[in-house]
């Protein structure tokens, strides 16, 4: 059973489109999160649900908007994207908002021409 | 501001050698303390982790970490790596308010 699972697992787009990365958890967990890697692998936070209000945006443009229907998911749809849009996103859940384990999903990796 | 330093960006070791990373931390309250590993195409699993009691904690694949308070640091250790040990690690610090912070991490490439 995938504990953290996100869709899809390879994008490549052209600049301008819109596109949407979905991720699910299955473990019960009240936190969601997404991170971007970029080349380096340096890995930032981007945003952070706990039970599906957001708790955490780090200065992230606003072509970037997630959606939590429920606790148990967290989509991330980006508007007009960038070359500088293309990197790796985890989505990430945890227990609770206080500094618990993170448990990762797969990835999507985005390629923006 | 909070923030997660790890010495070395690359790494390279010969099998069986011995490994540390180093890794500190700038925040002045508790804090949770994490070792997560990114092997090649793959995503961030826990390697370890500290909350609380000993400061010495033992994680999968024969790796361990002390976290020494005083010196606000929580080195990563193996005393004799595998070329499959090559991999990414990430430490991370959970404040509770909200956030983990990531370091950069270090590259580390075992030869074989």
């Known amino acids: 059973d995938t504990a953290v699972s996100q869709t899809p697992k390879y994008l490549v787009t052209q600049m301008g489109n819109d596109k949407s990365i979905k991720c699910e958890q299955n473990l019960g967990h009240d936190t969601m999160y997404w991170y971007k890697q970029d080349s380096k692998k340096f890995l930032k936070i981007m945003f952070s649900y706990n039970n599906k209000e957001l708790i955490i945006n780090e200065t992230v443009p606003n072509r970037f908007s997630p959606k939590s229907p429920d606790k148990a998911h967290l989509n991330l749809h980006i508007n007009s994207l960038e070359l500088g849009d293309s990197a790796v996103y985890f989505c990430?859940?945890?227990?609770?908002?206080?500094?618990?384990?993170?448990?990762f999903g797969p990835g999507t990796r985005l390629l923006v021409l | 501001a909070q923030s997660v330093s790890q010495h070395n960006h690359h790494v390279i070791l010969s099998e069986a050698a011995s490994l540390e990373l180093g890794c500190n931390y700038s925040y002045g309250g508790t804090v949770n303390l994490f070792w997560y590993v990114q092997y090649p195409g793959q995503h961030l699993q826990l390697l370890l982790k500290y909350f609380s009691g000993d400061p010495l904690v033992k994680g999968i694949k024969g790796f361990e970490a002390e976290f020494i308070k005083s010196k606000f640091s929580f080195n990563l250790r193996k005393p004799s790596v595998q070329w499959s040990d090559t991999a990414e690690y990430f430490c991370?610090?959970?404040?509770?308010?909200?956030?983990?912070?990531f370091g950069a991490g270090t590259r580390l490439f075992v030869k074989a």
């Open positions: 991370a610090v959970g404040t509770g308010g909200f956030k983990t912070i």
């Open positions: 990430a859940s945890s227990q609770s908002s206080l500094g618990e384990t993170q448990y």
